[in-house]
């Protein structure tokens, strides 16, 4: 077995943050997001198995996925009214020193 600098997942720990990150149906969502059978999300949940280890990572990663995306749709959502003529990014590449 190899060591993880976290520890596994608990049931309370699954059960939050799936709600979070899908609502209601988080159960199928979320089984469906890592790729296992809802069956596993309810037994784990339950407290009938323990998660594999990978699990927290993969939620770690889908959250973070997640919140991304978010920030993304509320930006184009911010934006989306502003004339073509807005200035665009602030950022211009230099040229080079050496050129």
Do not use: C
Not at 20 to 36: K, N, P, S, T
Not at 67 to 96: G, H, I, K, M, T
């Amino acid at each position: 077995m190899i060591d993880s600098a976290y520890p596994l997942l608990a049931p309370h720990e699954l059960a939050q943050t799936g709600q979070a990150l899908f609502g209601a149906g988080w159960r199928a969502a979320l089984a469906h997001a890592i790729g296992v059978k809802e069956a596993e999300i309810v037994s784990v949940e339950s407290g009938n198995a323990a998660a594999p280890s990978e699990w927290r990572a993969q939620l770690i990663a889908l959250a973070q996925d997640m919140a991304l995306r978010s920030l993304e749709v509320a930006n184009n959502l911010l934006w989306r009214d502003l004339p073509e003529e807005a200035p665009q990014e602030l950022y211009a590449p230099q040229a080079p020193r050496y050129a």
